[in-house]
């Protein structure tokens, strides 16, 4: 009678957790909209996400977020440079100056009045990354002194990064205009501008390359949302309440009995400061564990999976991500060396492209260019080699190479000249009366000199 109570409370208990309608699903993170109904049955795990929720999935999932950021930061460390073309040189380039001063580059500095220009560029490679699109509205200047035929000033006085999701509509034939939500520092408010003053950054979707943009984090949906769902289930495993643990049995143990080892089993070995403690009991006893083990989902292999997903999606090395397993201080050199060159010099490309082909231009200026840069940074040891072998060969001065390891310069100028190794001679006209052609150097014709003497001055 007693073991038959004792299985129909199991029972009852069993079925709650599993088929029992006070189940609650955990919620399912903001905006994802499955492309299948998951709890109607469907197989179709793919997903269909908007720009709202990717963003969301850059914000709750540190898998996703680390490498989108990394680039993002790196993309908006460089120094950017206004150059304006002065000429050209004898073999057919522009000659560029330096332009220290200019309203583009105070508005390049100091997008709005809300970002710096830093954390502009990280919000558009954010957007890019994430969604595909970055929008960017230009605010124009109304105290422009030039106008367009409707009354519009030309110069740029902001501008705004719109959030992809806050793009209601693009211009048509019946409404020729961009529309589209911006916060005005209490709620979002919607707008309209005329096409010349939006501008869409974007990466390339090759199934629509006239229309919109597809980023990097749509090809690992299936990994994200696979990550997700079994976040999900280890969230109900801690919030339902009706899972069994363990079901103990002991042979011949009374109804009385049963709750006193309750009682006591409750008092004595259940929590975390009783974890881990033994229980003597006498007789035949049996323990059976109950349900699946969260190991058994294999929750660890996927956020491998996805890791390593996400590290060939935007190609960042484990290294930048801090994932340093049998690494070495060569190995993270070459790490940084190779993300600057794949990762953040062709974002940064992209960008002038867009700055030189868009913005640039609404200054009337056809001379000016817009750079940034060079975000390679070779490594200190390279940099060593490097300079170490030009200052042997007689291209840099002693106070370069001084200069190149933060070292003060020589005084009197005693570091500003060339040296040459005594063995280095030029032999394209050698046998011209033992005379030598060329268009070498004070060091170099002394170099000469010496070699062609005995070595204490006199010629042979």
């Not at 998951?38 to 914000?59: C, M, Q």
């Not at 460390?77 to 206004?82: F, G, H, M, R, V």
């Not at 500095?109 to 809300?114: F, L, Q, S």
Request: glycine share 8%; charged share 25%; aromatic share 6%.
């Amino acid at each position: 009678m007693v073991l038959r109570e004792m299985m129909a409370r199991a029972w009852r208990t069993l079925r709650a957790p599993v088929w029992g309608s006070r189940v609650q699903a955990a919620p399912s993170l903001p905006g994802i909209v499955f492309a299948g109904d998951l709890s109607a049955g469907s197989t179709s795990w793919s997903s269909r996400r908007d720009a709202g929720a990717w963003l969301n999935v850059y914000n709750r999932n540190s898998r996703v977020r680390g490498p989108v950021s990394r680039i993002a930061q790196d993309v908006a460390a460089p120094a950017w440079i206004l150059k304006r073309e002065v000429g050209r040189r004898p073999d057919g380039t522009p000659n560029l100056d330096i332009v220290r001063e200019h309203p583009l580059l105070d508005l390049w500095r100091r997008p709005n009045p809300d970002m710096t220009g830093s954390e502009f560029i990280e919000l558009l490679t954010v957007y890019v990354e994430m969604c595909g699109v970055a929008p960017i509205w230009i605010v124009r200047d109304s105290e422009d002194v030039r106008r367009t035929p409707d009354g519009f000033g030309i110069r740029p006085k902001y501008l705004m990064p719109i959030r992809p999701q806050d793009i209601l509509r693009a211009p048509t034939r019946s409404h020729p205009h961009w529309q589209f939500r911006i916060d005005n520092g209490e709620r979002l408010v919607t707008r309209e501008c005329r096409p010349q003053d939006m501008i869409l950054y974007r990466q390339i979707d090759p199934l629509s390359p006239y229309r919109g943009g597809i980023g990097t984090a749509e090809s690992i949906s299936s990994e994200v949302t696979l990550d997700e769902a079994i976040r999900r289930w280890l969230l109900n495993l801690f919030r339902q309440g009706t899972r069994i643990g363990k079901v103990i049995s002991v042979l011949g143990l009374t109804q009385d009995s049963a709750r006193e080892l309750e009682a006591h089993y409750e008092k004595h070995h259940v929590g975390v400061d009783n974890a881990h403690r033994d229980l003597f009991v006498g007789g035949e006893t049996k323990v059976q564990d109950l349900g699946a083990a969260p190991s058994e989902l294999g929750y660890d292999e996927s956020q491998r999976l996805l890791r390593d997903t996400q590290r060939q999606a935007w190609t960042v090395p484990g290294d930048i991500l801090g994932i340093g397993e049998d690494s070495n201080r060569a190995q993270a050199d070459a790490a940084l060396n190779f993300h600057q060159r794949q990762n953040v010099a062709p974002r940064l490309t992209r960008l002038e492209s867009m700055a030189n082909l868009f913005i640039v231009p609404l200054y009337g200026d056809p001379s000016l260019r817009l750079c940034a840069a060079n975000p390679v940074q070779e490594s200190a040891d390279a940099q060593h080699r490097f300079m170490t072998d030009g200052l042997v060969r007689g291209a840099v001065t002693v106070n370069e190479w001084r200069e190149s390891h933060n070292m003060a310069p020589l005084p009197d100028a005693q570091g500003n000249r060339l040296y040459v190794p005594l063995n280095i001679v030029q032999t394209e006209a050698e046998e011209q009366s033992r005379g030598v052609r060329g268009t070498g150097g004070p060091g170099a014709k002394q170099a000469l000199e010496f070699v062609g003497s005995n070595g204490n001055g006199r010629r042979h």
